[in-house]
């Protein structure tokens, strides 16, 4: 059992209150998922300034420096990499390091992985910014200064763990292609014949987790140019299990159920916002609620809602 809550905002006058409004979406998820959580934001300028690229890492749990000194050693050796040797910005967020240039993706990524192979690259883009650690989930909103973020789209996971160690690795949205994230609720069945198959197509797993199969899977789907829905649709067909899958990228935002939908998801719409959440209550203090369709998903339907 976790909780899932996500925000997709139309109406750019609301784009100063995501992180108020999905703090407080979070909070009323937290029993599903005591132990850890995650959130993504889309648009948050503090720490993804426009034309920088954002990476966002956990960094070795253990070491001979304390967590200030070694972000600091990892901004310093990353600053050296980069062409032209710009100051990335740094953002520390409990477990979580950010560091943003004016530089493309890949090369952030590329860079990071120079200055220090052991970081584990947790999210990335041109848009986006990561954050994942255990604990309460809302002691790591207030940690995360989740109610201050400003963007377009959000979300975030309240974890029980089930399938993987409760550790920052283990925590949802799994983001492993460039301004993509997927949270999960429920568990796949096959996840680890699927990942065999991935392996040999020669894609990398950071954790144990049977989620971030799933993300690999919509990851490299949406690499061979499917889109949101197709990549949905074919998982569908290919996954076995409880699952409901709220999914996004640069400019989308998609929702998913197994064949059975026993995992809960609920979704309002209005013409301000869409919002997804295991559970009403979640949306239930969301500004028009009052006006929204508010409907289950059914099973094995991809809905997709684009910015």
Not at 45 to 67: F, I, K, Q
Not at 251 to 257: C, I, K, T
Request: aromatic letters at 6%; a negative charge.
């Amino acid at each position: 059992m976790c909780g899932i809550v996500g925000l997709h905002l139309r109406d750019p006058e609301l784009y100063p209150r995501l992180g108020q409004l999905l703090a407080g979406m979070l909070g009323q998820v937290v029993e599903r998922g005591p132990d850890s959580a995650g959130v993504a934001v889309y648009g948050d300028h503090r720490r993804c300034p426009p034309g920088h690229a954002a990476v966002s890492v956990l960094l070795p749990a253990a070491g001979p420096r304390p967590p200030a000194a070694a972000r600091a050693a990892l901004a310093a050796a990353v600053r050296d990499v980069l062409p032209g040797s710009p100051e990335p910005l740094v953002t520390a967020a409990g477990a979580t390091t950010v560091l943003a240039a004016p530089t493309d993706v890949d090369t952030l990524v590329g860079a990071v992985g120079q200055a220090d192979p052991a970081a584990l690259v947790v999210g990335f883009g041109n848009d986006l910014t990561v954050y994942k650690d255990v604990g309460n989930p809302r002691e790591l909103a207030a940690t995360y200064d989740l109610a201050g973020a400003q963007g377009w789209q959000g979300l975030a996971h309240t974890r029980m763990a089930t399938e993987s160690a409760v550790d920052p690795q283990g925590c949802h949205p799994f983001s492993v292609g460039p301004d993509q994230c997927l949270v999960h609720n429920g568990s796949f069945a096959n996840h680890a014949t699927i990942r065999r198959e991935l392996r040999r197509e020669g894609v990398r797993f950071d954790s144990e987790n049977d989620s971030e199969v799933g993300a690999r899977f919509v990851a490299a789907r949406l690499a061979e140019g499917a889109d949101l829905d197709k990549a949905l649709r074919l998982l569908c067909e290919r996954f076995d299990g409880f699952y409901t899958l709220l999914v996004t990228n640069g400019d989308g935002f998609a929702v998913v159920r197994d064949a059975i939908a026993c995992k809960p998801a609920v979704i309002a719409e209005t013409a301000a916002w869409v919002a997804m959440a295991s559970e009403f209550r979640a949306l239930a203090d969301l500004p028009g609620i009052d006006g929204a369709r508010i409907y289950e998903p059914e099973p094995e339907k991809v809905y997709v809602w684009h910015r």
